[in-house]
């Protein structure tokens, strides 16, 4: 059994990757909040590690200029420091990555995506006009 440090509060078991996983779902990329897309389902998280018992984890942003950048890694910072057994947190951007349209989750495709693939539209002329468009020079 262990003992609690001097400031009484007993010591944390260090999260599991799939802990601090299901916890960054809670943490939204704030260009897609309003469709409830999170950080992790946009696949801007690269990896999680525990070893040591404080979480490392490494982002792969959407930009490099992303002026929200700072606040992510904060948030981040926030959520999991309660899941990390020495209450620190790493959180770092790799650069040697970009971050492509492949990292999205299938549920974040379908979220983002406001037009039907090509494939299931068969007459493209007779879509645009059901949608509203014009034919031709009308």
Same mark, same amino acid.
């Given at each position: #059994?262990?003992?609690?440090?001097? %400031?009484?509060?007993?010591?944390?078991?260090?999260?599991?990757?799939?802990?601090?996983?299901?916890?960054? /779902?809670?943490?939204?990329?704030?260009?897609? *909040?309003?469709?409830?897309?999170? @950080?992790?389902? #946009?696949?801007?998280?690269?990896?999680?590690?525990?070893?040591?018992?404080?979480?490392? @984890?490494?982002?792969?942003?959407?930009? %490099?200029?992303?002026? +929200?950048?700072? *606040?992510?890694?904060?948030? @981040?910072?926030?959520?999991? /420091?309660?899941?990390? !057994?020495? %209450?620190?947190?790493?959180?770092?951007?790799? =650069?040697?990555?970009? =971050?492509? #349209?492949? !990292?999205?989750?299938?549920?974040?495709?379908?979220?983002?995506? +406001?037009?039907?693939?090509?494939?299931?539209?068969?007459? !493209?002329? *007779?879509? @645009?006009?059901?949608? %509203?468009?014009?034919?031709?020079?009308?």
């Amino acid at each position: #059994m262990s003992e609690a440090p001097a %400031g009484g509060e007993a010591p944390v078991a260090a999260a599991s990757e799939t802990a601090i996983r299901d916890a960054l /779902r809670g943490i939204y990329d704030p260009c897609c *909040r309003e469709r409830g897309i999170s @950080i992790v389902d #946009m696949g801007l998280v690269r990896s999680i590690e525990v070893g040591d018992g404080c979480p490392r @984890i490494e982002l792969i942003l959407t930009s %490099g200029w992303c002026p +929200f950048a700072a *606040r992510v890694l904060n948030e @981040i910072r926030e959520t999991v /420091r309660p899941l990390s !057994r020495t %209450g620190e947190v790493t959180v770092e951007v790799a =650069w040697d990555e970009p =971050w492509t #349209m492949e !990292r999205l989750s299938d549920e974040a495709r379908a979220k983002l995506r +406001f037009l039907p693939d090509p494939s299931e539209v068969p007459d !493209r002329q *007779r879509y @645009i006009e059901e949608k %509203g468009g014009k034919k031709g020079n009308d």
